[in-house]
């Protein structure tokens, strides 16, 4: 980390109803070694569940999906994510927390569009999320600020991203 300009963390855990510790342990790891290094810098990705009363526009995903996630199939990664959230917030370095949607894969970036803390959409595509982590290294306009990433120009089906991030991995 020594000489490095920016952290951008991505940790990444599957669900799991056991507890995790991956979001604030690694966060702890983080900000101890961007303070012993003297970076200042730091772009954290965790998920636009965070938002507690954010709405999507769809009845069945807000309605069904999203608390059949949170609660239950991904309970206590959401909890540890929370937890990294306010070792990040907490602290004193530049940080700008990211908040995708459920993830989905795109050959290209594509013209995505950002908002403060949470987007009234459902999917973001990996390679919009890397180019806007990317960009948030030298861009001071989130500095200390939530803000959300959704791909806007198309979207998978919602069964595909459920399956694959919440019952395959977990396999």
């Known amino acids: 980390m020594r000489g490095q300009d920016a952290v951008l963390s991505t940790l990444d855990a ?7 510790s991956v979001y604030s342990k690694g966060g702890e ?6 303070k ?3 970076v200042q810098r730091l772009v954290c990705v ?3 569940v965070m938002e ?3 709405r999507t526009g769809s009845p069945f995903f807000d309605g069904v999906v999203r608390p059949l996630v949170v609660n239950t199939l991904a309970r206590t990664v959401y909890a540890d994510m929370r937890r ?9 370095v530049t940080w700008t927390i990211v908040r995708p949607l ?15 803390r949470h987007l009234p959409h459902n999917f973001t595509s990996r390679a919009d999320l890397a ?7 030298a861009d001071a306009t989130w500095v200390r600020r939530v803000m959300a990433v959704a791909t806007t120009d198309v979207s998978p089906s919602l069964v595909a991203p459920i399956w694959r991030e919440g019952i395959r991995k977990r396999s």
């Not at 790891?29 to 961007?34: D, K, Q």
């Not at 990294?84 to 004193?92: A, F, K």
């Not at 989905?104 to 013209?111: A, D, I, K, L, P």
């Not at 180019?131 to 290294?137: I, K, N, S, T």
């Open 14 to 20: 599957p669900f799991s109803r056991h507890p995790v």
């Open 29 to 34: 790891a983080v900000l101890a070694a961007m």
């Open 36 to 38: 012993r290094h003297g």
């Open 46 to 48: 965790t998920s636009s």
């Open 52 to 54: 507690r009363e954010a």
């Open 84 to 92: 990294l959230e306010d070792l990040v917030t907490g602290s004193d």
């Open 102 to 116: 459920a993830l989905f894969e795109t050959q290209h970036v594509t013209s995505y569009a950002v908002g403060e």
């Open 131 to 137: 180019d806007c982590v990317l960009h948030q290294a």
